[in-house]
T-cell receptor, first 114, second 113 residues
């Protein structure tokens, strides 16, 4: 079974600085997607960024970018110029295209300090 | 695009009662998913539909749980004879197809007393 591991239960960053959240996964599949979702205190899960495994180029969405290392099965999220509104629980998720389900990590609680 | 909606947002029930939750997906999305999330954990997959067909169920979905998606539009998740261990946030998500990302609703928080 696929597993997703987020080894940092909590992280904190100063406003305007950069923070990197780690994620590793285990799979024997070659065709899959990886996602980062954000869940603010209101608890609605919001998609932050997506990476297709077949793409070598790392995905970027404004201040959010990923470092996708396929051989190492690593998928980290970098948040640049952190803002107070970035404070949330961040989940890394794996999805294989032959299946249906998202498999989530345990989450990383990000605190942004003013 | 009004997003995924779920009702009710909160439900408190006594152990042994039946509860039903509703999810309305984004209108053009043919896939609908149910997940369960307990405090401090990531969501866990329960089941999914493609149109009106329920194609996969997790082992987490005991025989007290049933889900339907009549006519491939909204979906309902029913829990019979609720137990305290059923207390959780129940999340619904939808996607346009298997190649597209899943969009989540706000969830229904169930508390079983």
């Amino acid at each position: 079974a696929q597993t997703v591991t987020q080894s940092q239960p909590e992280m904190s960053v100063q406003e305007a600085e950069t923070v990197t959240l780690s994620c590793t996964y285990d799979t024997s599949e070659s065709d899959y997607y990886l996602f980062w979702y954000k869940q603010p205190p209101s608890r609605q899960m919001i998609l932050v960024i997506r990476q297709e495994a077949y793409k070598q180029q790392n995905a970027t969405e404004n201040r959010f970018s990923v470092n996708f290392q396929k051989a190492a099965k690593s998928f980290s999220l970098k948040i640049s110029d952190s803002q107070l509104g970035d404070a949330a629980m961040y989940f890394c998720a794996y999805y294989e295209t032959s299946g249906s389900r998202l498999t989530f990590g345990e989450g990383t609680q990000l605190t942004v300090n003013p | 695009d009004t997003g995924v909606s779920q009702n009710p947002r909160h439900k408190i029930t006594k152990r042994g009662q039946n509860v039903t939750f509703r999810c309305d997906p984004i209108s053009e999305h043919n896939r609908l998913y149910w997940y369960r999330q307990t405090l401090g954990q990531g969501p866990e997959f329960l089941t999914y539909f493609q149109n009106e067909a329920q194609l996969e169920k997790s082992r987490l979905l005991s025989d007290r749980f049933s889900a339907e998606r009549p006519k491939g539009s909204f979906s309902t998740l029913e829990i019979q004879r609720t137990e305290q261990g059923d207390s959780a946030m129940y999340l619904c998500a939808s996607s346009q197809s298997r190649y597209y990302e899943q969009y989540f609703g706000p969830g229904t928080r169930l508390t079983v007393t």
